[in-house]
């Protein structure tokens, strides 16, 4: 059985940073696009970034130049470094891994 699991989530203000993990269990992230989404109290699931299995990586505009996809391979975890965070970054982050494979998520609130 396939099972991600995020952690890293808090409360930070304005500014400040946060490291969120994606570990995997029951497959090799490796081999996978792995997604990073956000979801926003009544708002609808975004795209965040992505990383492929050749390490190719994609952002939305909204993170461009502050959030930061990576890999490590032999802990088989997939981070996204978010750096000068905003309140509007505030939301709900789950990494996922098509087609239907999706984390619990992790609470990212930035406030001062």
């Known amino acids: 059985q396939v099972q991600l ?3 890293g989530g808090g409360l930070v203000q304005p500014g400040g940073s946060l ?3 994606c570990a995997a269990s029951g497959t ?3 081999i996978y ?7 926003a109290p009544g708002k609808q699931r975004e795209l965040v970034a992505q990383i492929t299995s050749s390490g ?3 952002y939305a505009d909204s993170v461009k130049g502050r959030f930061t996809i990576s890999r490590d391979n032999a802990k088989n975890t997939v981070y996204l470094q978010m750096n000068t965070l905003k ?3 505030t939301a709900v982050y789950y990494c ?3 087609p239907n494979t999706w984390g619990q998520g992790t609470q ?3 406030s001062s």
Do not use: G
């Open 5 to 7: 699991v995020e952690s």
């Open 19 to 21: 490291r969120l993990s």
């Open 28 to 30: 090799i992230l490796s």
């Open 33 to 39: 696009t792995i997604y990073w989404y956000r979801q």
């Open 56 to 58: 190719n990586t994609f």
């Open 87 to 89: 309140p509007e970054d």
């Open 96 to 98: 996922h891994k098509a």
């Open 108 to 110: 990212v609130t930035v």
